[in-house]
């Protein structure tokens, strides 16, 4: 105990050295070590850790769900498996339901993300925050492009998952506690909504809807085993749970790869079952849901009732946190707002690969052919050559609020650090911190502006936190 202790007390004093002496080297000054990473776990956490059987060092898997506006923290118990700690509401996010596609699209990422201790940011303008890595290896392979798109507090985002201070600081902890444990790293999945039966057949027409099924089986895995999926990415694919004695490379062909079996009776079989529920659904008449909403994003109805519910221009505080005076709310979807999507890009369909066991071939489409086949083909078609064509921008979006216009001004790429800060200072002359905007730390921040790091500072130094595990970046 006394060792613990005294390593977590070195490791604090080490991680406010190094972030001093980079800062010594930056033009901007020295950047502030707040010790918010620090924060230790709440009683109530501890205790509630405890009757659930976890460790307070055993991993952690995240999982994020758009459209519901909730983030899940999920901890291995005394089974060694994961089980559910807390469901977090999603503040805000930016946005459409589907991936990001390019620097500037205001889309948060779905996806899988392994966070590493390098990733973790405690001195972030957004009280803390967890960088997800993007683009990974699969959307590099797919020419994805962005930077900095964050799970963070204030709830404010432009590409990211905000979430209230509070909320932060306890997903930060419970992740800084599963690195002392030994995780080297813990799986972010991203997703644009729980994917049942139900939001599979209200989503069919959705041109990301190849993209989302071959999400679907890495989701399907975890469901049924509550163990986190194996993810490589090969022919610009997700592949999960593979064995192959060949190297997986994103952009070349797939190797051939086995599935342990077990593993790919019990996914093939729900995965057909639920291709099965989605037809009846379908032969149902359940109706389709528009693609998109012009990037409004979302927020969780617990705090958009909060923000509604109460006049502006002061703090609101809900049992899930704290929403700052300036947040605001999506606007209603305006009337007669086409269902065609501003985002009109199209996800390739799975490619097949050289695979010993049925599973790890494409899904199953015979079943379902007539719900995602010959018109999502034709949509593909069209999206292939609309995603090289600059994003256009809906009409008839209602207008924003000024902090926002402001917020929007500053993903252009072409903008300096400065013209940012003069917008946000005329945006905010009451705020303090009025160099803070919403895209700070989004895709639109350059490298150079940040203080540690680059925007993506370790939790601890280099050298001490990272070397104990033999972690590398």
Same mark, same amino acid.
């Given at each position: ?394 009409? @008839?979006? /209602? $207008?924003?609020?000024?902090? =926002? #216009? *402001? +917020?929007?001004?500053?993903? %252009?790429?072409?903008? @300096?650090? /400065? $013209?940012?800060?003069?917008? =946000? #200072? *005329? +945006?905010?002359?009451?705020? %303090?911190?009025?160099?803070?905007? /919403? ?7 350059? +490298? ?26």
């Amino acid at each position: 105990m006394y060792f613990q202790h005294g390593l977590r007390a070195s490791l604090t004093f080490a991680a406010i050295a190094a972030a001093v002496a980079l800062a010594a080297c930056n033009s901007e000054g020295p950047v502030a070590v707040n010790g918010r990473h620090m924060q230790p776990l709440s009683d109530r956490m501890v205790a509630d850790l405890e009757s659930r059987n976890m460790a307070k060092e055993s991993p952690i898997l995240v999982r994020i769900f758009k459209e519901e506006s909730e983030l899940e923290v999920w901890k291995v118990d005394k089974t060694g498996r994961f089980a559910l700690l807390r469901t977090y509401p999603i503040c805000r996010w930016s946005g459409d339901l589907g991936p990001k596609f390019q620097q500037g699209d205001r889309q948060a990422p779905e996806g899988f993300y392994p966070i590493t201790p390098g990733l973790m940011n405690p001195n972030s303008n957004y009280y803390l925050a967890i960088n997800t890595g993007f683009p990974n290896a699969y959307d590099q392979a797919n020419g994805r492009t962005g930077q900095f798109l964050m799970i963070h507090g204030d709830c404010a985002s432009v590409g990211c998952y905000a979430m209230t201070d509070e909320q932060i600081a306890e997903i930060y902890a419970l992740a800084r506690e599963a690195f002392f444990g030994g995780q080297k790293a813990f799986q972010v999945q991203a997703y644009p909504f729980r994917m049942t039966p139900l939001n599979m057949a209200r989503h069919r027409n959705s041109p990301h809807m190849a993209f989302w099924r071959t999400l679907k089986q890495g989701y399907d895995y975890f469901e049924l085993t509550r163990l986190e999926p194996k993810v490589d990415v090969c022919d610009k694919q997700y592949v999960f749970n593979a064995q192959s004695s060949g190297k997986f490379s994103p952009a070349d062909r797939c190797p051939a790869y086995s599935v342990p079996q077990e593993i790919a009776s019990a996914v093939r079989k729900k995965e057909r079952s639920d291709d099965a529920q989605t037809a009846q659904l379908v032969a149902r008449g359940v109706a389709t849901v528009a693609a998109s909403r012009g990037g409004e994003g979302g927020m969780n109805a617990t705090f958009l009732a909060a923000v509604r519910s109460h006049a502006p221009g002061a703090d609101i505080r809900t049992a899930s946190g704290t929403i700052p005076a300036r947040v605001h709310p999506p606007s209603e979807q305006p009337s007669g707002y086409a269902t065609a999507s501003v985002f009109s890009f199209a996800s390739p369909a799975p490619k097949p690969a050289q695979v010993q066991v049925a599973s790890a071939a494409p899904s199953s489409g015979g079943l379902l052919s007539s719900v995602f086949g010959a018109k999502r083909d034709s949509q593909n078609a069209e999206a292939r050559g609309a995603a090289a064509q600059p994003k256009p921008q809906p009409a @008839t979006t /209602a $207008a924003k609020p000024a902090q =926002v #216009a *402001a +917020a929007d001004k500053t993903a %252009s790429k072409g903008e @300096t650090k /400065a $013209a940012e800060s003069k917008k =946000v #200072a *005329a +945006a905010k002359p009451q705020d %303090s911190s009025a160099q803070k905007t /919403a895209s700070a730390e989004s895709e639109a921040r350059p +490298a150079s502006t940040t203080g540690v790091l680059s925007g993506a500072a370790p939790t601890v130094p280099a050298g001490s936190f990272d070397n104990r595990f033999g972690f590398s970046r």
